[in-house]
């Protein structure tokens, strides 16, 4: 069965202490893994896709990183604006859920002035 | 300015009532969906469409009735519903169903209170 586990569930940085969200998935053959963060009161935004092991992405102080079992947010020097719930999915390429979105249930980041 | 709009932002209503909830998007999309957000619970895909087709249909109970006139409008249905069903309805669209490489792009959601 296609499953996508965050961790941890909650995370309190100070500004400027770096660190690293995790995303474990078991999937039917991987199409792709998807971040995104989630403001309060507000629909998940897209940060990343990562399709293959090895793979990296940045985008400011984020960088996702993929291998065969799970995926990593860094998070570099944090500000208070990175505050948010940040979202792992996972789309398998074949089997019942193919096509589809898997989401875990996300970990919620604090970043403390 | 997200390029998915979803009204009401808010609803409160009873159990025995019937509203439906809209969503429209922008961006010139063909699949569209809706999803439901609880409290410490991932996402949970409830229905999908497809160039103004259901594909697929989560196993949802049959208070949910979706409808999807055209490939820029979603509506939700809404009628008996319990409280347990109070929580986010997230409308997302992508260009295709299935395309891996095409992130969903979400609404900012309906905030829906059972009582």
């Known amino acids: 069965e296609d499953q996508v586990t965050q961790s941890p569930e909650a995370l309190r940085l100070q500004e400027g202490e770096s660190s690293s969200l995790n995303c474990s998935y078991t999937v039917s053959g991987l199409r792709g893994l998807f971040w995104y963060r989630q403001d309060p009161g507000k629909g998940p935004e897209f940060l990343f896709t990562l399709y293959s092991a090895g793979e990296e992405k940045e985008k400011e102080r984020l960088k996702a990183t993929l291998t065969k079992k799970e995926s990593f947010l860094h998070i570099t020097a944090p500000k208070p604006e990175d505050s948010a719930t940040y979202l792992c999915?996972?789309?398998?390429?074949?089997?019942?859920?193919?096509?589809?979105?898997?989401f875990g249930t996300g970990t919620r980041l604090t970043v403390i002035p | 300015e997200t390029g998915v709009t979803q009204t009401p932002r808010h609803l409160v209503m009873g159990m025995t009532n019937k509203k439906s909830l809209k969503c429209e998007q922008h961006?010139?999309?063909?699949?569209m969906y809706w999803y439901k957000q609880s409290a410490k619970k991932p996402l949970e895909l409830m229905f999908v469409y497809n160039f103004k087709e259901q594909t697929e249909n989560n196993s949802v109970p049959s208070r949910f009735s979706p409808e999807c006139p055209n490939s820029s409008h979603l509506f939700l249905h809404l009628h008996t519903l319990q409280p347990e069903d109070s929580a986010l309805y997230l409308c997302?669209?992508?260009?295709?169903w299935g395309q891996g490489d095409s992130p969903l792009h979400f609404g900012n959601g309906t905030r829906l209170t059972v009582t």
């Open positions: 997302a669209s992508s260009p295709e």
């Open positions: 961006l010139g999309h063909n699949a």
């Open positions: 999915a996972v789309q398998a390429s074949r089997g019942a859920g193919a096509n589809n979105l898997f």
